[in-house]
């Protein structure tokens, strides 16, 4: 009776994961502290982004004076696609992609417009698995990331390792033949070039990788026993987002101050 449960259960949480539905994300776009000074020659983070027809894009003022972010370039003007309003310091602004934004959208700051940025839009992908929310564990917090999958395998769990910048994959399913991995990594999340890949512990070199704007496509061949898969990149998605970095400035501040100010009572 247990182990009918158990099995239930199994099914029920592996369904998701077989769906060839695309998962919309968050794209967070922030607008530096200091920003507004010209001298410091900052822009938008990240100042290119892609993303798909669904996703909503996220844009927050991180800096301590108001902005307003529009769509087009300066030398042109707006382009009515999107304006954000007055964006005072730590609102967020958010836009929902369309199927008429697919291709490049460019932006700028209205007020200050050396900062300029531009997003690159294209159709959800069909014949995809979606993992969502990677690194949702790690950072901020806010900066998530979706991975796209073909296997015939089910990818059930994922995790980052901050110290070797890596991607670890655990691998479901039960298949009588050696197929295909092929994953769409997106490159905010774990860049290359890439150091080594691993399966079930041991370095292979047979693998394929595709640039994409904003992807990395990777194939990896693998057997019916292959259950984790590890991705070392030179780079993988900062332990601190820039908004947190603000936050954790603006907390040890505090507490310095509060820390000078406050009375010390002698002893006597």
Same mark, same amino acid.
């Given at each position: 009776m247990y182990k009918l449960a158990i099995i239930g259960l199994a099914v029920i949480l592996l369904i998701p994961l077989a769906s060839n539905s695309f998962a919309a994300s968050n794209i967070e776009i922030d607008i530096h502290t200091g920003s507004a000074d010209p001298n410091e020659h900052l822009t938008f983070y990240p100042p290119d982004s892609s993303a798909y027809v669904g996703d909503t894009i996220m844009i927050g003022n991180a800096d301590t004076v108001p902005h307003e972010v529009v769509s087009g370039n300066p030398s042109t003007g707006p382009d009515g696609r999107f304006d954000s309003?007055?964006?005072?310091?730590?609102?967020?602004?958010?836009?929902?992609?369309?199927?008429?934004?697919? !291709?490049?959208i460019s932006f700028y700051d209205k007020n200050d417009q050396w900062m300029v940025g531009s997003i690159i839009v294209s159709q959800a992908p069909t014949g995809y698995k979606v993992i969502p929310d990677v690194g949702k564990n790690i950072g901020d917090g806010k900066t998530t990331f979706d991975i796209q999958y073909q296997s015939i395998k089910n990818i059930v769990d994922?995790?980052?390792?901050?110290?070797?910048? %890596?991607?670890?994959?655990?691998?479901? !399913? /039960?298949?009588?033949?050696? %197929?295909?991995?092929?994953? /769409?990594?997106?490159?905010?999340?774990?860049?290359?070039?890439?150091? !080594?890949?691993?399966?079930?512990?041991?370095?292979t070199n047979n693998y394929t990788i595709y640039q994409e704007p904003g992807f990395n496509a990777i194939t990896i061949p693998i057997t019916p026993l292959t259950e984790q898969v590890s991705i070392v990149g030179s780079s993988v998605v900062p332990e601190f987002g820039a908004v947190a970095v603000l936050v954790l400035a603006i907390s040890i501040v505090t507490i310095v101050l509060f820390t000078r100010l406050r009375p010390i009572h002698k002893l006597g």
């Open positions: 309003g007055t964006l005072n310091p730590g609102q967020y602004y958010s836009y929902q992609l369309q199927n008429n934004d697919v !291709g490049t994922s995790s980052i390792g901050l110290k070797d910048h %890596s991607l670890n994959l655990v691998l479901v !399913g /039960r298949t009588n033949q050696s %197929s295909n991995l092929v994953l /769409r990594l997106p490159t905010g999340l774990i860049n290359g070039p890439f150091l !080594g890949i691993q399966l079930d512990g041991q370095f």
